[in-house]
């Protein structure tokens, strides 16, 4: 038996990060399916479980890198974006953030100092906001 398992898994592609997030959508699927018994949930689950199963047996592990490759660069992308909305945030309490008309570069400058005029550090150009 083990012989035989060592075989079929042989020359495979396996799990990686996008066949481990789409056992967790199957997980989470299965368990609204258990309170809502719906036969198009059932189909949603059954297409994951064929395509996570298709994905682990394949050979062609060039496009199965690149799949992963894809799913985690907008993975980090989603992730570079939630980092910048917190800090953001943070900074909000003390700053404004302007975005300069010609750069489009985001700007901070003191909350409460009245109108200002504000001079791009990248492209050098000014012009006046309300703090």
Do not use: A
């Amino acid at each position: 038996m083990k012989n035989f398992l060592n075989r079929l898994f042989m020359n495979r592609y396996g799990m990686d990060k996008l066949g481990r997030f789409i056992n967790i959508i199957i997980i989470v699927l299965l368990s609204i399916n258990l309170f809502i018994k719906s036969r198009l949930l059932n189909g949603i689950i059954l297409f994951f479980i064929i395509f996570m199963l298709i994905r682990i047996f394949s050979k062609d592990v060039v496009s199965r890198e690149r799949e992963n490759t894809y799913y985690c660069t907008q993975l980090w992308k989603l992730r570079r974006w939630k980092n910048t909305m917190l800090s953001d945030i943070k900074i909000r309490k003390n700053y404004k953030l302007f975005l300069c008309p010609i750069c489009s570069k985001k700007m901070k400058v003191p909350k409460g100092k009245g109108k200002i005029k504000v001079t791009c550090p990248h492209c050098g150009h000014s012009f006046e906001k309300r703090s």
